[in-house]
């Protein structure tokens, strides 16, 4: 941890030492920020866009998950940034996709002074109070790729606009099927805020009269586990034999489904699109398995995420609406409506193309 890591904002933490003190001289009921910024424990104060982007700034990486090589490469792009601004980065996180590990690792994380705390929430509450503690702390705290409530972080990075997602997922299922039969949704863990928000824009999206006749029969979980996954696509397959196809917007589900249609019967038959990296996908496409899917560059979206907390951290910018950052080689980025920033539209994968790309 550099000597002069905290130096270049000594402001913030005025301010938001000044702000625990007017909580304590109020017994908790009121803070001098409140009406301007109702959310627990931001420091509150102008961002100046012109301060210099600081130096030696403790990132660190965590994850939904460290063994899933979506988040490796994500995670990859934030370590890239964070050397070209100069800090220190490091990727920490559990090997199943559990919010009550990544608590534990949020405390340690603040205990040990880190600058910026970049995150993929496995749940949008149950690591709020952990996150919240860090940011009193003086952490900056980013999420990306799974938001939590937006009162416990400072900015979202956010792969491309949920409905943007949700309406690609429904239209690459629906043509594979011939605009008509039963699909099923193979998600990541039920309480994942990503998977969650996108199942419910399908839901409605689905709900439109040129979908009328797809039918989504039901959600399976395969909790971000390949096993998990490769027996739930086995599951629904045997519940609803006359299945046509099925949407998994999850690496790590549409591997595993890929994987499991195959080597069966129904290899060709069955469609199956959703999220994956396309080097988790390559041999399904060539195979026949999969037609298409989708997906974003995860290593831009860590180097935007990175890019984001360096910015907060040197009072660049708060997280307000309407605020500019500069995100190195991918450009300049303005945070959107409830601190959210957009990386851009996904990208769909197939035969012609899969062979571009190496992620
Ligand atoms: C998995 C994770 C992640 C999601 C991708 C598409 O790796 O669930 O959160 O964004 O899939």
Do not use: H
Not at 24 to 40: F, H, I, L, M, V
Not at 163 to 191: D, F, M, W, Y
Not at 319 to 326: L, N, P, S, V
């Amino acid at each position: 941890m550099p000597q002069l890591k905290r130096d270049p904002r000594p402001g913030l933490i005025a301010i938001a030492m000044a702000a625990v003190l007017v909580t304590a001289a109020c017994g908790g009921t009121t803070r001098g920020s409140e009406q301007d910024d109702p959310a627990a424990g931001r420091a509150t104060g102008q961002a100046n866009p012109d301060a210099p982007l600081a130096e030696g700034l403790d990132v660190a990486f965590l994850p939904k998950q460290v063994n899933n090589p979506y988040f490796t490469v994500a995670d990859g792009g934030g370590k890239t940034a964070v050397e070209e601004f100069k800090g220190s980065f490091k990727e920490v996180g559990p090997s199943e996709a559990s919010a009550s590990s990544q608590v534990s690792y949020i405390n340690t994380l603040s205990q040990q002074g880190t600058d910026v705390i970049v995150t993929s929430a496995n749940d949008p509450n149950a690591i709020c109070g952990a996150l919240n503690s860090a940011r009193q702390a003086g952490a900056k705290v980013v999420t990306f790729d799974s938001d939590t409530k937006p009162e416990c972080r400072d900015v979202f990075v956010n792969q491309a606009t949920a409905e943007g997602i949700a309406r690609n997922q429904v239209e690459l299922i629906s043509e594979q099927i011939g605009g008509e039969g039963k699909i099923a949704i193979l998600s990541a863990t039920p309480n994942a805020t990503n998977q969650n928000a996108w199942i419910e824009l399908m839901r409605a999206e689905l709900a439109k009269p040129e979908f009328a006749k797809v039918e989504l029969v039901t959600v399976a979980y395969g909790n971000d586990e390949d096993q998990k996954s490769f027996q739930e696509t086995q599951g629904l397959l045997r519940s609803y034999p006359d299945l046509e196809g099925i949407v998994s917007p999850t690496t790590v589900g549409v591997a595993a489904a890929a994987r499991y249609l195959s080597g069966s019967q129904y290899k060709g038959k069955v469609a199956l699109t959703g999220l994956g990296t396309p080097n988790q996908m390559r041999e399904f496409v060539k195979d026949g398995t999969v037609r298409s899917f989708a997906l974003w560059k995860p290593a831009d979206l860590g180097y935007l995420a990175a890019f984001a907390g360096a910015a907060l951290a040197s009072g660049r910018i708060t997280g307000a609406e309407g605020e500019e950052f500069e995100a190195g080689r991918l450009g300049e980025f303005t945070i959107g409506a409830g601190g959210v920033v957009v990386l851009g539209p996904p990208s769909v994968f197939d035969a012609e193309n899969i062979d571009q790309f190496d992620f």
